[in-house]
């Protein structure tokens, strides 16, 4: 398929109606960008501790800020504004994430050294053995409450039998759709999931 067929307007007025396809060939369309922009950051985030997938999921983020904030009535080319919306996604990240290092490294304290009265350790101090913690279970169901509220409907027929343990094409053959189409979904679903634990 050419997706260069499809003008970028006529895509993001399917998008704009949730069609689910107009997505996908956005994606493809420009997924190179997404590869170049990280490329530029690939080493800073391992040097800060990042790991792969989570970079690559910040650069999912600022690929559909850039699809939900651009407009095709300003000067502005699409590849060069999802350009720019991915770069400052990155660049964020990486100072968090640099900023958050030297703080944890700053404020450390030893695990095994003795902080109790009777010389107990700070991990026997901090050990539970509650396994089934209620507070846990609240916290689980009010996110995946939110989860499902921030999908859209094909969306959300993904991601419960992502959840269930289903493999990409064990999905794609359930929901007769192609395989890249499915993993694209769970793609967004991924960078919609790490946004809300994020805020």
């Known amino acids: ?15 704009g109606e949730n069609n689910e396809d107009a997505k996908d060939i956005l994606y493809e369309k420009y997924k ?7 490329s530029k950051y690939r080493k800073a985030g391992h040097a800060l501790g990042i790991d792969y997938s989570d970079l690559y999921q910040e650069a999912l983020l600022g690929f559909s800020d850039a ?3 651009y407009r095709d009535d300003k000067s502005t080319k699409m590849s060069t504004f999802i350009t720019l919306c991915v770069d400052r996604r990155l660049q964020v990240a990486l100072n968090k994430a640099g900023r958050l290092k030297n703080k944890i490294l700053n404020g450390t304290i030893s695990i095994d050294g003795e902080y109790g009265p009777d010389g107990s350790s700070l991990g ?8 089934n913690d209620p507070l846990d279970d609240i916290v689980e169901k009010e ?6 509220d921030s999908l859209s409907k094909a969306e959300q027929e993904v ?12 999905i794609a053959q359930l929901l007769d759709k192609p395989t890249k189409s499915i993993d694209n979904t769970i793609q967004r679903i991924k960078a919609k999931i790490r946004l809300l634990i994020d805020d």
């Open 32 to 38: 190179y960008i997404i590869e170049v922009v990280y």
């Open 159 to 170: 991601y419960k039998l992502m959840i269930r343990g289903y493999s990409y094409s064990e």
């Open 67 to 69: 699809i939900a904030k």
């Open 143 to 148: 996110l995946n409450v939110l989860i499902k």
């Open 124 to 131: 026997e101090i901090i050990k539970d053995d509650v396994h």
């Open 1 to 15: 398929m050419k997706y260069d067929e499809y003008p970028d307007e006529e895509l993001l007025y399917l998008i």
